[in-house]
């Protein structure tokens, strides 16, 4: 980085990197609005553009020559280099920018991972960023602040525009490519003489020229040929379905793998008197969503009725774009690893109080075992009460609720029925006992807990975190002991079946737990390595939410199948986890995949938490709980799985869990538990 008074500079970055910079959104951590082509089609521009300063490239109005091969040593530049250079006719920029758009997608992941390593993004869950505050000085007429890079960028951008100073030829390329995406007007405001001022410094540099041209051109592409080269989406009988093997024990990625290995990534199912069900399955489909879902497909359609039984209306799991963003952000550090790991004193002794009443001989059903020894823990942990009387009516209901209002499988009455009004009204308990501790005086000296959260975004910002929404967001807090209990579930079976993986988890335990409580660094890689690769084979072949619906917003095609306009999709990401091609033999139990020689998970195809921007905010935290309860009970307990010859099965709605016929055995007691 070089800073100087007379002009801002920023030698060290690319002109792909500097265009994402100045196209990323703070507000809701992608881009400016910029449709997919568009974006491609100025990426390829700066990538050429780039190429053509190093002097690898020339261009002029009508052609694009090479003047140098050899390597620059980017690796998204090079790839294109040697691509240019192996072709025999002398092109036009034009037919390049064409040509290269449809790879800018792995020359955007190669920016953005560059400049996280770089310390100038900050990376955040779910395919969002941030520009990083830290490391960044910009100064300006004598006076010396801190700034981001993007700031950085945009503030010599501004002088050029605003304040006529003369661009360098990298100032008016990068003004040449935004100008192309129309996003100027996001990023600054504009009155008709700086908007004239752009035009002119578009004129200024004849290869920003040209590229800009070719890009410009290039954009109308995709509308004059929209949907002329698509297919018609094959269909899925019924009974195709029906008869499917894993039908029998209710594996629904392993059905949809199937499908998909016969029909193709997209396929519909057709139900009697229904709308078809439009299915994604697969690793290509996976991408695509968790890429560009963000573009085309919406959540808010399918919850706005779970969300009414709540009272809530824009809830962090219906919410798209910017506001989608800001909560999670908001949110983060609520649902961070680190909350657990500054507090894992109290998870400890959460699951020992728990664990200490298990009796040796005696049998538990593992769903209900597992889902209340982590509730034990959640409840406290999150809301600072207890909860264990009431929990049962809490999953009930909101079972009840999302098979009646999102998989449509109930009449609403079922919703209605004494039984259900009466499990309602433990949600006002529960927001009568949190409001009940959660006082100035009753906090005092407490660590902070998400229903601190809540009520503080609540309280600083009520607009957009109404009060109605605080009665979904602190249950489903709750509720989520579900989805983490029967992760837990089969976990435990996973390993009370395999006793080899059994011991070697156990020795991880003993080494953990024998001399003390470890604390959260002690929770690393190389300690529990098994434990680790263990959980992750879990998640795979027992993923808990195996698919997501959402709504098509904007017109897409995807893998050559056009999805209209408010088309409902169900997008099976888990389907790949049950296919050859990106998990050899995936009916084995291996937890050999995630070592680095084969590392199978680094795929789109390995999804148990989700794609896209609405991957569980969660996820790390779970991970680090579902470690601690796995390494808990091997270190305490030896359990079997009863009865001896019990082969798992699903019970798959509204999410997977085991069915209620597994249990466990406590057959022994290795030590004492002290609380």
């Not at 996001?186 to 020229?209: N, T």
């Not at 005086?441 to 929404?469: I, K, T, V, Y």
């Not at 050899?584 to 789109?604: G, K, M, Q, V, W």
């Not at 019990?646 to 798959?652: Q, S």
Request: charged fraction near 25%; include cysteine; glycine fraction near 4%.
């Amino acid at each position: 980085m070089a800073v100087t008074k007379e002009r801002l500079t920023t030698t060290t970055l690319s002109l792909p990197e500097e265009l994402i910079l100045m196209l990323l959104n703070e507000e809701n951590g992608y881009f400016h609005q910029v449709p997919g082509w568009d974006l491609n089609c100025a990426v390829a521009g700066a990538v050429l553009a780039e190429l053509s300063l190093l002097s690898r490239i020339d261009t002029d109005m009508n052609s694009l020559f090479l003047v140098d091969q050899t390597e620059t040593g980017d690796p998204a530049l090079d790839p294109i280099l040697k691509e240019i250079a192996s072709e025999s006719v002398q092109r036009s920029t034009q037919f390049w920018i064409e040509r290269l758009a449809p790879r800018a997608e792995s020359v955007i992941d190669l920016t953005l991972d560059r400049l996280v390593g770089q310390k100038i993004l900050e990376y955040h869950d779910g395919e969002f960023w941030t520009l990083n505050h830290t490391g960044w000085q910009t100064e300006l007429y004598g006076n010396s602040r801190e700034s981001t890079a993007g700031q950085f960028i945009k503030t010599r951008i501004g002088r050029a525009i605003f304040m006529n100073e003369i661009p360098d030829p990298r100032d008016i390329i990068v003004i040449c490519l935004v100008n192309t995406c129309d996003v100027f007007r996001f990023i600054f405001q504009l009155d008709e003489e700086s908007e004239e001022r752009i035009q002119l410094i578009c004129k200024m540099d004849a290869i920003g020229r040209s590229i800009a041209d070719a890009v410009a051109h290039n954009l109308a592409g995709p509308l004059l040929r929209h949907s002329a080269l698509t297919k018609k989406i094959p269909a899925v009988s019924l009974s195709k379905v029906l008869f499917n093997p894993h039908v029998r024990k209710v594996n629904i990625p392993a059905l949809f793998a199937d499908l998909a290995h016969e029909y193709g990534p997209v396929f519909a199912i057709r139900l009697p008197f229904a709308k078809p069900m439009i299915f994604l399955a697969g690793p290509r489909t996976n991408r695509w969503a968790h890429k560009r879902g963000r573009m085309y497909l919406r959540a808010k359609d399918y919850l706005a009725d779970f969300e009414k039984v709540y009272g809530a209306c824009g809830v962090l799991p219906s919410l798209d774009g910017a506001d989608h963003f800001r909560l999670r952000k908001s949110m983060s550090t609520a649902y961070s690893r680190r909350r657990v790991e500054l507090q894992l004193d109290q998870l400890f002794h959460l699951a020992r109080t728990h664990m200490a009443h298990w009796k040796v001989g005696d049998s538990y059903t593992a769903r209900s075992m597992c889902r209340r020894m982590i509730n034990a823990q959640i409840s406290p942990f999150y809301v600072s009460v207890d909860s264990q009387d009431i929990i049962d009516d809490l999953m009930t209901y909101k079972e009840r609720a999302l098979k009646t209002h999102i998989l449509k499988s109930l009449p609403k009455f079922m919703l209605n029925t004494p039984g259900m009004k009466r499990r309602a009204k433990a949600v006002d308990t529960l927001l009568e006992r949190i409001q009940s501790v959660h006082t100035p005086a009753q906090r005092a000296g407490c660590p902070r807990d998400l229903a601190d959260d809540w009520l503080s975004l609540h309280a600083s910002d009520p607009q957009f975190m109404p009060e109605s929404n605080l009665r979904f967001a602190l249950s489903a807090a709750l509720i989520a002991s579900v989805y983490l209990g029967d992760a837990f579930s089969f976990a435990l079976y996973a390993m009370a079946s395999q006793p080899e993986i059994y011991a070697k988890i156990r020795s991880e335990a003993d080494a953990l737990f024998d001399n003390g409580d470890p604390n959260g660094e002690n929770f690393n890689p190389s300690a529990i390595d098994v434990t680790h690769r263990f959980l992750m084979e879990c998640l795979r072949m027992y993923p808990i939410v195996p698919m997501s619906i959402r709504t098509v917003m904007n017109a897409c095609v995807v893998e050559d199948y056009e999805l209209p306009v408010g088309t409902n999709i169900y997008i099976a990401q888990s389907a790949a986890h049950y296919m050859d091609d990106v998990f050899p033999d995936p009916f084995t139990f291996d937890i050999d995949r995630y070592l680095p020689a084969r590392n199978e998970h680094l795929s789109p195809g390995y999804a148990p938490y989700g794609l896209g921007t609405h991957t569980c905010l969660g996820n790390r935290q779970m991970d680090l709980k579902l470690a601690v309860n796995v390494l808990m009970v091997a270190h305490y307990f030896t359990i079997e799985v009863a009865p001896a010859n019990y082969k798992l099965r699903f019970d798959p709605l509204p999410s997977m869990k085991p069915s209620k016929k597994l249990n466990f055995l406590i057959s022994e007691r290795r030590r004492e538990i002290s609380v």
